[in-house]
Structures are given as structure tokens and as C-alpha cells.
């Protein structure tokens, strides 16, 4: 059974980015436990959803052509409620990437889940709150209604980019999402090819101080030195580690990452290539 609310004045805009989602959302169930929703972000078979949506090491994934599939844990993490399950599937679409960084309260948003035993249910709202980069964990509040089985669903913004999976409901018509930026670094940490340059380094007032340079590596071709001190990463202003995480995501494997140095000082810069963790 198949559900879908839409916003009146949203009209056919809304009913086209619904059906193009439903192609990217999943069933997930943990070996008759429990289940939810996730989402395909790899070609290779990767869906993710939330960590308390798998408590074991596999799951059956329903795709969106109602084959079932079994699936494998391949990473978690509990205190950001994610994890990301491999199923043997290799022409599985992803959904395209969107950039929580750059939410507004207001904006469009939809949900995608199979709550309460329905399937493809498809919700529309607003951004209510951002999230908070100061708190422990960094959600996205919106007017979404979401109950069981919306847990580890999509949610995209206007032009149909994920930019959250939903992960709990703070009260009627209140929906928390996890930022897309978050479930990005996850990822990059714990499953895809990790992004690098080769350096070691530490949070100081001032952004992140190098404490080491691996031999051969982009950052010692660039001749960075421990004590060098980075205080912008692609021209945004350093504040912690997630900066440079988050500068190495958006540059992608191959790609160029853009750094404001100060060395005893004096500023410099460089662009440094962006190669996979061996």
C-alpha cells in the first residue's frame, strides 16, 4: 500500500520528486526484530539507515522492485545513529548528494519511509530548526511526521538531494533528521575509500596545527611541515577537525584541496592533491 500527502500549492513539482526519491528508499529488517527505511548512496550496494534500525551484523533490504535482498553490516556508529549495510547489487541508482551545510529554516523538504506497515510513504514540510554545530550531536528539526518504520528514510530537499535520514520523532509534527554532512563524514571515516593528504593534526585557537607529515605523501610533495597551521580549508575559516574532513568530502578522490597556512606566522597557501587512504 502506498501512501503520499502533498502541500497543495507544491502541485506536480512535489508529486515528481516523491516518485524519483521512492527509487532510492529501501525496507530494512533486522532479522524480524524490527525494521525501517534506508537509502542507496552507493552504486556498489550501499544503503544507509539508522544504527537502531540494525542491531545485528545482517539485514533483508526490500529494494524499491520488491526484490528482497540480504544485506551485511559493513560500519556503524551508535552515538551518531547511523550505519551502513552492502548488499550484492551492483545497478542500484544512489540518491545525489545534497549539502545540509546550506539549509534554511523554511525550506522545502520531503520524507520518504514505510512507517506503520505501509510503504513508499511520502511526507512534505519545512525546515524548522538547523542544526546546532555546537551541540553533541547536530540534527535537523522539521515539520515532518515520521513514526516507526520511517527510521533511517531519506529526507531531500526541493531539487530531490538527500539531505538527511530521519532518525526520531521529538513530538507531533516534530521530525529530527542526522545532516547529510554528518552521514558524509561517516562514510568517509568508516566505509568508502578514506580521503587524504597525508598529515597528522591537532585543534588549536587559532584551526589545526600539523603534529606530522607521512613520507611520499601529497602533503610532503607540498612541503608541509609539522607546526604549519591551517586556518582555512577551502576558503572556510577552521573550527576543528571536521573542518578538514569536510574540505577533503567536497574535494573528493582526485580532487584538489585549497589551504590558508601560518607558518611561524607568516601566511602561505597551497592546493594539494587528494588521494585514497592505502
Known amino acids: 500500500m502506498s501512501t503520499m500527502t502533498a502541500l497543495p500549492f507544491v502541485g506536480d513539482v512535489a508529486t515528481d520528486l516523491a516518485h524519483d526519491a521512492l527509487r532510492h528508499v529501501v525496507q530494512v529488517v533486522d532479522g524480524g526484530r524490527g525494521g525501517g527505511s534506508g537509502v542507496v548512496v552507493g552504486r556498489r550496494g550501499l544503503i544507509v539507515t539508522n544504527a537502531h534500525v540494525v542491531r545485528g551484523r545482517s539485514a533483508e533490504v526490500t529494494l524499491h522492485d520488491g526484490a528482497a535482498q540480504g544485506g551485511r553490516v559493513v560500519a556503524r556508529d551508535d552515538s551518531l545513529d547511523l550505519a551502513a549495510i ?20 523554511g525550506q522545502l523538504v520531503l520524507a520518504v519511509g514505510h512507517p506503520l506497515g505501509l510503504t513508499d510513504v511520502v511526507t512534505l514540510g519545512i525546515i524548522n530548526r538547523l542544526p546546532d554545530p555546537t551541540a553533541q550531536r547536530e540534527l535537523i528539526a522539521s515539520n515532518i511526521t515520521l513514526d516507526r518504520g520511517n527510521s533511517g528514510g531519506p529526507l531531500m530537499d526541493a531539487a530531490g538531494r538527500l539531505v538527511g535520514i530521519n532518525a526520531m520523532v521529538a513530538g507531533p509534527g516534530l521530525g529530527l533528521s542526522i545532516p547529510s554532512q554528518t552521514v558524509r563524514r561517516f562514510l568517509a571515516q568508516q566505509v568508502d575509500p578514506r580521503p587524504h593528504i597525508g598529515v597528522t593534526v591537532q585543534p588549536v585557537d587559532t584551526g589545526l596545527i600539523v603534529t606530522g607529515v607521512q613520507p611520499e605523501s601529497p602533503a610532503e610533495a607540498a612541503g608541509l611541515m ?3 597551521i591551517f586556518s582555512e580549508v577551502n576558503t572556510k575559516p577552521v573550527v576543528g577537525y571536521a573542518s578538514l574532513l569536510d574540505g577533503l568530502i567536497d574535494a573528493g578522490i582526485g580532487g584538489r584541496l585549497a589551504l590558508d597556512i601560518k607558518r611561524a606566522g ?3 597557501s597551497r592546493v594539494i592533491h587528494v588521494v585514497a587512504r592505502a
Open 86 to 105: 552492502r548488499v550484492e547489487r551492483d545497478d542500484l541508482e544512489p540518491a545525489a548528494w545534497g549539502d545540509s551545510r546550506t539549509l534554511r529554516p
Open 266 to 268: 607568516k601566511p602561505l
Open 226 to 228: 609539522p607546526g604549519d
